[in-house]
């Protein structure tokens, strides 16, 4: 499978569905960043990505030629150039299985999603491979943002799922500010509740207490993520 995770609009999360979601779920699927001035994947401790820019479309269409999995994640900085580049290739379109556009509460930011879903359609991206994934949910995404869910309904351009969608949670900041993975800081096999207790040293108990609390934080967010991939992508 190969998905391209893209929105005109910056900070939605983009990022995070690709390196967080989508990667951990794609079996030794290729990852490719095309970004010149925000975060990257790589700026959050992602490892082997490739940096490309979006006009050079050619470059990543043969690279997508060699891998059986692969995620973009098209920075908003390039996805006007990505578009362009795009259209001078024969049915470049269909090169990806899904379009994943995160979308969030923000008013310009679903405004700018639902624009980033009609120019997918304009070039001839079919609605049941544009995926909305609403970002930063505090409850229930449909009742957050209504108007996206309105205009799949309304327009059938593309498709939209409940359970598909990713919590609001301050994990996200800690695990980019420590440049770790949900696997690394859930699996990796450490008491620290206990290590906190038997621990003489008073700043190391106090970090291994740290420790403790945010995996606890954790591993309800990648049940959500594993819920949200599974509705995301059937």
Not at 4 to 11: D, I
Not at 160 to 187: C, P, Q, T, V, W
Not at 204 to 232: C, E, G, M
Request: some cysteine.
């Amino acid at each position: 499978m190969k998905i391209a995770v893209l929105n005109y609009s910056g900070s939605v999360g983009k990022t995070v569905a690709a390196h967080h979601l989508l990667k951990p779920r794609m079996s030794e699927a290729a990852f490719f960043s095309v970004e010149t001035i925000n975060q990257s994947a790589s700026d959050i401790g992602a490892s082997e990505v490739s940096q490309l820019q979006g006009k050079k479309f050619g470059e990543l269409l043969e690279a997508l030629v060699l891998e059986e999995n692969a995620i973009v994640d098209i920075g908003a900085s390039n996805i006007e150039s990505f578009f362009e580049s795009m259209s001078r290739f024969s049915d470049s379109e269909r090169e990806f299985d899904l379009y994943v556009v995160p979308v969030t509460p923000d008013q310009k930011a679903w405004q700018e999603s639902l624009k980033t879903v009609e120019a997918l359609s304009n070039i001839g991206v079919q609605a049941e491979c544009i995926r909305l994934l609403p970002n930063r949910i505090v409850a229930d995404p449909a009742d957050e943002i209504p108007a996206i869910f309105n205009y799949v309904k309304k327009t059938k351009k593309a498709r939209i799922s409940e359970h598909a969608y990713l919590f609001e949670s301050e994990i996200y900041g800690y695990l980019a500010a420590k440049r770790m993975s949900f696997a690394e800081l859930i699996d990796d096999g450490m008491d620290y509740r206990a290590m906190a207790k038997s621990e003489t040293d008073t700043e190391k108990a106090k970090d291994y207490a740290r420790r403790y609390r945010w995996k606890k934080l954790a591993i309800p967010v990648r049940n959500n993520q594993d819920d949200a991939f599974t509705a995301l992508v059937a």
